[in-house]
């Protein structure tokens, strides 16, 4: 089986050079979904922590030009025997590992659902290596992305009901919207900071030292439920100990391997972006 890990991509205004006239807060010329279209449509080829990695993508007639597909994957060097005629001498052999990748930019979307393989690598700090690699080789004012993992809320209330009594802080980050509903009095509240400060995300901390903290409420249940779509984060602390954080409760989805395209393969493509996306995640 394949396993699939989904990511929030939350493009937001970069806040660089002279602070007073990045307080403007013009957007790129370029939209955030033909962003995320040009930049998953091209080849790319970037550094991870020193080796070079390659994204390539499928291009397939797809029902939803929404959705982009592709592989990305490194070089991987093995020493193989070579065969009889040299008696099986040890030569060095390389070749790729790849996952697959798929991404959805509407405009209320803009998610990646990402092949987990540990001979690839992780999919957040992979992703974020090529998007800085995009934006040096546009050479123009480009969108901030912030990346997160699309965790299950429900892991988040498991572990409220197990430390009753115990739980100490609760931290909330947020990161540019992306079009996601819900959470208005907290996204206007955002907005302002942002604009005043040249922000580029917002963190809130809740704290009792006694261990009697409540996390609960419609402010709570909102936020829970706006983290676990990908923009922002969440922990809980007991004490000195981390006892939740969103970004290890992922949402995962399993593919059979079946279904798996390993090359350009339209027909699997097809069918695999109607699985991994084509319903609420």
Not at 76 to 85: A, F, H, I, L, Q
Not at 170 to 198: C, H, S, W
Not at 221 to 226: M, V
């Amino acid at each position: 089986m394949a396993t699939f890990e989904y990511l929030r991509l939350s493009l937001s205004i970069p806040t660089i050079g002279d602070l007073v006239a990045a307080l403007g807060r013009e957007e790129p010329e370029i939209s955030r979904q033909d962003y995320l279209k040009e930049t998953f449509s091209k080849r790319r080829d970037f550094f991870h922590r020193g080796t070079k990695y390659t994204y390539v993508p499928i291009h397939v007639d797809s029902r939803d030009n929404n959705f982009l597909s592709g592989l990305i994957g490194k070089p991987v060097v093995e020493t193989v025997n070579s065969g009889p005629d040299s008696q099986f001498a040890l030569t060095k052999s390389e070749h790729y590992k790849a996952s697959f990748l798929c991404v959805d930019t509407a405009a209320d979307q803009q998610v990646v659902a990402f092949e987990k393989r540990q001979d690839v690598g992780s999919a957040k700090p992979i992703l974020s290596s090529m998007l800085e690699q995009v934006i040096r080789d546009r050479k123009s004012f480009s969108w901030h992305t912030d990346i997160a993992f699309i965790s299950d809320s429900n892991d988040f209330w498991a572990a409220v009901e197990e430390y009753k009594g115990q739980i100490t802080e609760l931290k909330l980050e947020f990161y540019p919207p992306n079009g996601l509903r819900g959470m208005d009095g907290l996204r206007a509240l955002n907005k302002v900071i942002v604009q005043e400060t040249n922000g580029q995300s917002t963190e809130y901390a809740v704290k009792n030292k006694d261990g009697a903290l409540i996390p609960e409420g419609d402010f709570v249940t909102e936020a829970i439920d706006y983290i676990s779509e990908g923009p922002g984060s969440a922990t809980l602390k007991a004490g000195k100990k981390k006892v939740y954080n969103s970004s290890d409760a992922r949402k995962i989805k399993q593919v059979p391997e079946s279904l798996m395209p390993r090359q350009s393969e339209p027909a699997k493509i097809l069918g695999l972006l109607s699985l991994l996306l084509g319903g609420k995640r």
